[in-house]
């Protein structure tokens, strides 16, 4: 199953996200590690955002 990293946007499976956060009842998936970094650092900025974002990589 694929889901949508909220810090970058990119699309990645599941079973392989390098990380998962847990914020809010809300479960979320990271293609790296950096990506889980900023959001842990202001999820707010992240969580509720419905559009695309795009990133460094």
């Known amino acids: ?3 949508k990293d909220p810090v970058c946007g ?3 499976e599941k079973e392989e996200a390098a990380e998962k956060v847990e914020y809010m009842g809300k479960e979320y998936y990271f293609c790296s590690h950096e990506c ?3 959001f842990k650092d202001n999820p707010e900025q ?3 955002q419905g559009r695309s974002r795009g990133c460094c990589h």
């Open 1 to 3: 199953m694929k889901v």
């Open 10 to 12: 990119m699309k990645i």
């Open 46 to 48: 992240y969580a509720h």
């Open 36 to 38: 889980a970094e900023k």
